[in-house]
């Protein structure tokens, strides 16, 4: 999916990474110095395989979580396509039972959670749930540490297609 493009870093070997609003690195294209980074640049939107594959960025922290939920308290805006904030992250935690979370396009996938597999939400990404009988679960918000850098400047992202 497209992320904005909030800044750049250097990685190890001093080439440059974008910094994109998802919380990971992008790197696109042919490597340049980080000082032939332009203005222009900023701004503008790069393709984030992670965000795709719905992986969370690393060092993101727990900053809130929901109260338990069940299949008759689920709140009717979780049933319905919604999304989170720039820069949060959800965690769907299912303490029992299944519940089918919906992630729409461009990710397009339906995915059933249960206890040992969470639901991972990019952040303003549209998504809902679906109940499957009776489920009790929570969600948890991510976002990066206040004051740190955690965008990933490994290339893994580069050159990879939508």
């Known amino acids: ?74 709140p009717k805006g979780l049933l319905a396509d919604h999304t989170t904030r720039r820069g949060v992250w959800g965690r769907i935690c299912v303490l029992s039972g299944e519940l089918d979370y919906v992630v729409a396009a461009p990710v397009d996938q339906t995915l059933r959670l249960g206890p040992s597999t969470p639901g991972i939400i990019p952040a303003e990404q549209p998504h809902h749930v679906v109940m499957i009988g009776v489920v009790e679960f929570r969600v948890e918000f991510l976002r990066a540490p206040l004051g740190g850098e955690t965008t990933s400047t490994s290339g893994e992202d580069s050159g990879l297609p939508r």
């Open 1 to 74: 999916m497209d992320r904005t493009i909030t800044g750049f870093c250097a990685d190890e070997a001093g080439l440059l990474v974008a910094r994109l609003a998802c919380g990971h690195g992008w790197r696109g294209g042919p490597a340049v110095a980080p000082a032939d980074a332009t203005q222009a640049e900023m701004g503008g939107t790069a393709a984030c395989a992670r965000c795709d594959r719905l992986e969370l960025p690393a060092g993101f922290e727990v900053y809130k979580t929901t109260r338990l939920f069940n299949q008759d308290t689920v």
